[in-house]
């Protein structure tokens, strides 16, 4: 179950893929046990040669275990966008030796879902700095595309990161796909929070949606670090189902000093 925006349709035969990048599993846990067992990214062709990407995952809720031990430092080389424009590693965005950072990956920057979830990050982001702990926020489209979700909503541009290729979210191995975006009971979720829905969309334009519309169809996740250790990771299983803040932020409480 997906939200939609009037008159906003969906290319189908845009769902391409410009660079593919095999998400990095494993079956090492850093913080708890995971009812993990399986993991496989697909790719299908249609009859009229259209390709999509379906990523079948059974995993826990919210669970480290489906990735690599090394899994910070393979994000640390991913290149992505601030809202001017510039590139810039995620290794960069915060101390990779004790830093504790929360990771926040939105859906596309045209997606009313991600407007909410950046509204409710930003207003928590107060209580984060408070504690050190470093927000940075990703979203599906170019740098323009971020532009416009941080001048509308607004949200504080020095956080905010766009990644057009989706190479994080391939590194992280968030879903992606038809079912999960339109037909996911997760979605329903949203409905519980309409007013604020409501709220996020105020001044919402669909011209924040990506150029390439497969990147509609990518579902987003919520990740806290320490260094380059992950300590937390959810991805969400469909529109509008994110990590709930309160539970991030006493993640981030409990990472002893060092």
């Not at 189908?12 to 846990?29: D, E, F, I, M, N």
């Not at 595309?145 to 909503?153: F, P, S, V």
């Not at 309160?246 to 409990?254: M, T």
């Amino acid at each position: 179950m997906a939200l939609i925006i009037p008159h906003q349709t969906l290319q189908t035969t845009s769902l391409r893929r410009t660079t593919t990048q095999a998400s990095l599993v494993g079956p090492k846990s850093h913080l708890r046990p995971s009812t993990a067992t399986f993991y496989q990214s697909l790719k299908a062709t249609s009859p009229n040669g259209v390709s999509s990407r379906t990523s079948l995952c059974v995993v826990a809720r919210a669970s480290t275990s489906q990735f690599v031990p090394n899994i910070g430092h393979v994000l640390g080389d991913v290149t992505i966008f601030n809202a001017a424009g510039d590139p810039v590693l995620f290794k960069h965005l915060w101390d990779q030796d004790n830093g504790i950072a929360v990771v926040a990956l939105l859906r596309h920057f045209g997606c009313p879902c991600c407007w909410e979830l950046a509204s409710a990050l930003k207003e928590s982001k107060q209580r984060f700095d408070a504690a050190g702990v470093k927000l940075v926020a990703v979203g599906v489209g170019t740098p323009d595309k971020a532009r416009i979700l941080a001048e509308r909503l607004p949200f504080p541009v020095d956080c905010l990161y766009a990644d057009p290729d989706r190479t994080a979210y391939d590194v992280l191995g968030l879903y992606h796909g038809f079912g999960r975006t339109f037909f996911n009971p997760a979605s329903a979720k949203v409905f519980s929070r309409f007013e604020a829905l409501q709220k996020a969309v105020k001044n919402y334009t669909i011209e924040a949606t990506p150029d390439d519309r497969s990147g509609v169809l990518q579902q987003g996740g919520m990740f806290v670090f320490k260094g380059k250790e992950l300590l937390y990771a959810r991805k969400d299983e469909g529109t509008g189902d994110h990590a709930p803040l309160d539970d991030i932020f006493d993640v981030c409480c409990r990472v002893p000093a060092a």
